[in-house]
């Protein structure tokens, strides 16, 4: 908190590509002095691997940030394939096919067809039970970021708010110290009573995989009995748990909207999205349903940049500084510029960075941009930031949960800490001494 504000950070989603560049949006803050007055952390997805391991490690900071690094050289996607549970499953896979060829070339050849329909039939209804990949994934997240720690080992402050999307409310399901909810449940509409959860022996790792679990790649997550405060509302209700970018990729819903208990004054929004990349061939339905899903989640995202950041000075009239891996810094201050241009900036900020009324009715745009380059000291923040080819990197990076090197890891992290530096400088001055 600063001058009574509340001051929220939200890390996007991205897998180990997010996981990286919100470090780097962690240092800029830390080295900046801001990060030690973050009143919450709300968390999607990759960024929750970030936030969670901040929320235990935090108040040592060279520690976390050494832990981290080192744990992303890891790949969760060979734990998963090296599990025991995948290899049975492999080996069982191989023998079933095995056994299908050999019925091929003898008097049962008839038994093949069916045991090959069976075989299919099995994998498909019972895919999540025969191969639960949240939950392996939840085994490594404990083993080698969280420790078998619950939710109420997290630091007390900053809150750490980790989301997860709720497919039976469509709504999203919140993980922190003191509470995890879904507001439907927490203040139904229909006068029944609320439901409440246990959430101090959760284990801060499934609440992770939860806000990871892409759909189509990995199961989704349930609540088990033990967790409600009221074993009997288990019957009534049934959460489904996958990956908070379904609802809220940026993390920014919780610290925007009005009606939650993590709202705040001031926003800091790190983005580790880019620019969704072209693709013109597609071989079978499942790319193509993958890709439509690409597309649905693309266009929440955008819905969602206009309603909580851009129309911004509309509704909420709250300081909002919003970067993104996807962004070039070069279009920062010219971005600024055609907010000011058309009144998208709110009051407080131009105050703050003494821009006159004058000024801007005279439309003295070239005086008031050389005034803020360097107020903000803007050419010492330019020389700071990547070159092409290491901005090409960055944006390389796949989102997904394989190791990362070392080469990735700087410029991600590179990225970051420009980009915050000067959205904070230009978006949320009132935040600088």
């Known amino acids: ?25 962690l240092r800029k803050l830390k080295e900046m002095n801001l990060l030690d007055k973050v009143d919450v952390i709300s968390t999607i997805s990759g960024g929750s691997i970030t936030g969670a391991y901040y929320g235990l490690k935090g108040e040592k900071f060279e520690e976390f940030d050494k832990g981290l690094i080192n744990i992303v050289k890891k790949s969760i996607i060979r734990g998963i394939y090296f599990s025991f549970r995948f290899i049975c499953i492999i080996i069982t896979l191989l023998l079933i096919l095995g056994l299908i060829v050999f019925l091929l070339f003898t008097k049962y050849a008839w ?39 619950t939710l109420k080992d997290f630091n007390i402050a900053p809150i750490i708010a980790i989301n997860a999307t709720n497919v039976e409310t469509g709504r999203p399901f919140t993980f922190s110290k003191n509470k995890m909810s879904d507001s439907s449940y927490e203040y139904p509409t229909n006068g ?57 990729n940026q993390g920014v819903h919780k610290l925007t909207h009005g009606n939650s208990s993590y709202v705040c004054d001031i926003v800091i929004v790190s983005d580790a999205g880019d620019l969704m990349p072209k693709i013109n061939s597609f071989n079978n339905v499942i790319q193509l349903l993958v890709r439509t899903s690409d597309i649905f989640m693309n266009r929440i995202k955008n819905y969602q940049m206009i309603q909580h950041v851009f ?15 996807g962004w070039d810094f070069d279009s920062c201050i010219k971005g600024f510029m055609d907010n000011l241009k058309k009144g998208a900036i709110i009051d407080d900020v131009i105050d703050a960075h003494e821009i006159s ?4 009715e005279n439309k003295e745009w070239e005086l008031i941009q050389n005034k803020l380059e360097e107020r903000i000291h803007y050419n010492v923040i330019k020389s700071k930031q990547p070159t092409k ?37 230009l978006y949320c001055p009132i935040l600088i001494d």
């Open 192 to 248: 029944e009573t609320p439901i409440k959860f246990k959430q101090d022996n959760f284990p801060i790792s499934l609440a992770v995989a939860s806000s990871t679990c892409v759909p189509f790649a990995f199961t989704p997550i349930y609540i088990e009995k033990k967790f409600y405060h009221n074993e009997n509302d288990f019957s009534r209700i049934k959460p489904c748990l996958v990956d908070g970018g379904v609802y809220d």
């Open 389 to 425: 080819d290491e901005l090409n990197i960055a944006r390389s990076v796949s989102t997904n949960l394989k190791s990362l090197q070392d080469f990735q890891i700087n410029n991600l992290i590179k990225q970051a800490a420009c980009l915050t530096e000067i959205q904070i400088k």
């Open 111 to 149: 038994i093949s067809t069916p045991l090959l329909l069976i075989t299919v039939f099995i994998i498909i209804v019972f895919q999540y039970s025969i191969f639960p990949v949240s939950h392996i994934i939840n085994r490594l997240y404990s083993k080698w970021f969280f420790e078998g720690k």
């Open 311 to 325: 129309d911004n000075y509309k509704f909420n009239k709250k300081p909002i500084a919003y970067q993104s891996l």
């Open 357 to 360: 009324r004058s000024e801007i």
């Open 1 to 25: 908190m600063k001058n009574n504000k509340k001051i929220g950070l939200s890390l996007s989603g991205g897998g180990y590509r997010a996981t990286i560049y919100h470090l780097g949006t």
